[in-house]
């Protein structure tokens, strides 16, 4: 009987519930992967795809239409994502994939893990804080020096609140800011947990509130553009400053985007300090760079020696841009008033630029642009190309013509001939070109291999030839001879095995193998009749020292029957 939904515990609820999830995460920078997921569910519903019961994070689904809770297969979504439902990882990286299946567990099992979140502002946060017993650089501190130190949060309720749960002692065992931007969107800040379930249940909390949670939120990295949004807050009375999370990581370039009150804050101190009064100017609100004495930026760039006056907008600049008439400009001056010219590359005057046949260059090279006997566009003349249809710019020159691999002139592509990729002219074609002797096939010279036969393509070449293992030469396979060899077989041309297997040189025949050569050439049946005549005429050539080639010769010519008996033919 097959089972339905309605069978499984739950069911009905736990699949709302992974749809709801579904629809959060969407809404929440993972519109496709949320997108991609559901349908994926949905078109797969054989497996009835749930969260688990039991398991946090996990997810069951059936393999068999009668399965119920018990024996349904229990996995992680992304597994189930990538093997059931063969969603690849060019429809939806790995990352993408995981970081959104965080983001489900945590609104789906919130409420399940028996965590109440809650929330406070203003002076509520140094409370939390001072309860808060995980790791944390603000951590263990006196309630006095926190006081001091958090006064920005506390001072700016409306503009900052915490999300905190706490333990059965009344200590904060997970915590994390939440800002009010003045974009009016609300974004996470880095999730501090002594207990990883608490910081779930916090970014769950997080996300039913249409709160922005970053793609990392252990970490305060996150997954859209900070500078997009600025937050505005009340900074009177206050010097010292926390360490910022998300703020320090992604605006410690951009430091008068945060604080509007003035020109920036030190944003990376953990002992406080950040706010000073520049010893030059006497301005309250500044970068202080932890300098001793502190003073703001612009007194910074006019006290460095590097430092000068920008002639046209009057701000200090360092290391500035300078013209020929000696006046230095700062880089946004620079860029904004000066240009290159297209044809000498001198640094102009915007203004002292002119335009000849539609290119922007100095007066000296007004009479150095050339059209383009082609498309009639302007062209400065150490680019103008000289063809045989006339003088071209670079752009026509590309599109109509070729350089010729073997000559390296250059020809136009209706008149080029390519092969392997490799353009050539109608005369260096046939040069370069011919056809294997085997398959017929059109091949570069560079490709082929040269054999008696003639040119052989690299194919036939590995199909049909072998190396003669002796003399280094190669051979088609069907000439080569075969040889047993202490390591293994190995092939020989017909020049070198006769080399290998000289003829006998008593009866002619040829010798079959490497070991029955000996210093005589001789074979085995001729060289036992020579023992066996020895015995015969009890002759010891050792002792009576008679030449082998005297003795040889005796036999030919006097004992020719003698070798007849052992059914041998002598040669004479």
Request: proline share 3%; charged share 25%; glycine share 6%.
């Amino acid at each position: 009987m097959r089972t339905t939904l309605y069978d499984l515990e739950n069911g009905k609820e736990r699949f709302a519930k992974m749809m709801l999830a579904l629809d959060v995460v969407a809404k929440n920078g993972h519109k496709k992967s949320g997108l991609l997921v559901k349908n994926a569910i949905l078109k797969n519903d054989d497996l009835m795809i749930l969260p688990s019961v039991e398991d946090y994070g996990k997810y069951s689904y059936s393999t068999k239409p009668e399965q119920n809770d018990n024996n349904r297969t229990k996995t992680t979504l992304p597994r189930i994502m990538r093997r059931r439902c063969s969603l690849s990882s060019d429809q939806i990286s790995d990352p993408q994939l995981g970081d959104m299946t965080n983001l489900m567990n945590s609104i789906i099992w919130e409420s399940d893990e028996g965590h109440v979140v809650l929330e406070t502002s203003g002076e509520g946060i140094v409370d939390v804080y001072q309860k808060y017993i995980g790791v944390s650089c603000m951590s263990a501190m006196s309630r006095d020096f926190s006081e001091r130190l958090l006064a920005i949060y506390s001072n700016n309720p409306e503009k900052v609140r915490i999300f905190y749960v706490s333990d059965s002692r009344g200590r904060a065992i997970a915590k994390a800011l939440v800002w009010k931007t003045d974009q009016g969107d609300e974004i996470l800040e880095r999730v501090y947990d002594y207990e990883s379930s608490a910081a779930r249940a916090i970014i769950g909390k997080a996300y039913r509130e249409g709160i922005k949670v970053q793609e990392n939120p252990y970490s305060g990295m996150g997954d859209y553009e900070l500078e997009d949004y600025t937050v505005t807050v009340n900074i009177e009375g206050i010097k010292d400053l926390p360490y910022f999370d998300s703020w320090k990581a992604n605006w410690a370039s951009k430091r008068d985007h945060f604080l509007l009150a003035g020109d920036g804050v030190y944003l990376n101190s953990t002992e406080g300090g950040g706010i000073e009064t520049c010893a030059s100017c006497g301005d309250k609100t500044l970068w202080t760079y932890e300098e001793e004495p502190a003073v703001c930026q612009s007194c910074d760039f006019s006290l460095s020696p590097n430092s000068v006056k920008c002639d046209l907008c009057g701000d200090w600049a360092q290391d500035p841009w300078s013209d020929n008439d000696g006046n230095n400009y700062c880089y946004h001056c620079y860029d904004t008033n000066f240009t290159t010219c297209t044809c000498c590359r001198c640094v102009t005057k915007r203004e002292d630029m002119i335009v000849s046949n539609g290119v922007l260059v100095c007066k000296n090279c007004e009479d150095k642009v050339v059209l383009c006997e082609c498309c009639g566009q302007g062209e400065v003349q150490r680019y103008i190309r000289v063809t045989t249809i006339g003088e071209i710019c670079s752009s026509c020159y590309s599109n109509q013509f070729f350089r010729c691999f073997g000559c390296d002139h250059s020809f136009l592509k209706e008149d080029g001939q390519e092969i392997n990729g490799y353009t050539y002219c109608a005369k260096c074609f046939s040069e370069h070109t011919t056809n294997c002797v085997h398959c017929g096939d059109l091949v570069r010279k560079r490709n082929t291999h040269t054999t008696r036969e003639g040119a052989v393509c690299e194919g036939c070449f590995n199909h049909l030839y072998c190396r003669c293992d002796d003399c280094g030469e190669y051979i088609p396979v069907s000439e080569a001879k075969e040889q047993n060899g202490f390591f293994g077989n190995f092939y020989v041309c017909q020049r070198c095995w006769e080399i290998r297997h000289p003829n006998c040189s008593i009866c002619g025949d040829r010798l079959e193998t490497w070991g029955e050569r000996n210093e005589n050439n001789t074979c085995p049946k001729c060289e036992e009749s020579i023992t066996n005549y020895s015995r015969m005429m009890d002759i010891r050539t050792s002792e009576i020292r008679v030449p082998m080639n005297y003795l040889m010769d005796t036999l030919a010519s006097s004992h020719v029957s003698l070798a007849r008996q052992v059914n041998y033919p002598v040669a004479i």
